[in-house]
C-alpha cells in the first residue's frame, strides 16, 4: 500500500481568473479540499484548494499560487494525492481503489484469473476491470460480497467468485 492515495484531480481552467476545475473522488465530494495540502504524484508541488462551489462534474476551486488561466491550465490533469494518515480509517468490508489496483485475481479454487487493473463505478456498484492472466484483454467483475467474497490486503490478493460469463476463465 502506497503512503499517498489519489484524491481528485485538476480538470483544467476554470474562468479567467486562475481558478480551477477540481474532480474529486472522494465518497463525500467536498471532502477533497480537507486532506490538504494535497500534492502531485511525485510529491514535487503541494496545493492547499480553497472550493469556491460546485460545477459539472466537480467544483471550481482556487490554490493561492495560481493566478491566471494560463498557470490553470498548466495544472490540467495533475492528479491530487492525500498522505493515507490524512484520510479517515475504513470500516472492515471498505478499501481505498488504490489498494485494490494490483491485487491478483483468484478464483475459488485458487486458480490465477489476473490482476486488478482499475475500479470502476458507472453509477451502481463498483466494478474490478480485471487484466486477464496471459493476455492483453480485460473483464469486469462486480465488487459485491457475492462476487468477491474475500479481500486479502495483507497478502495481495483477491478471492472472487465471478457470475457466469463474467469472466472467460470462469466458465472453464
Known sequence: MSDLVCVGAIAGAYGVRGELRVKSYCAAPEDVATYGPLTDEGSTRKFT?????????????????????????ALKGTALYARRDQLPTLPDDEFYHADLIGLAVHD???????KVKSVQNHGADDLLEVQLAGSSDTAFLPFTKAGVPTVDLGAGRIVADPPMGALPEAEA
Do not use: S, W, Y
Not at 484548494?49 to 491550465?73: M, Q, S
Not at 475459488?108 to 489476473?114: D, E
Open 49 to 73: 484548494l480553497a472550493l469556491l462551489h460546485p460545477i459539472k462534474n466537480g467544483f471550481a476551486a482556487r490554490i493561492a499560487e495560481v493566478a491566471t488561466k494560463e498557470e490553470a491550465d
Open 108 to 114: 475459488t479454487g485458487g486458480v490465477l484469473l489476473g
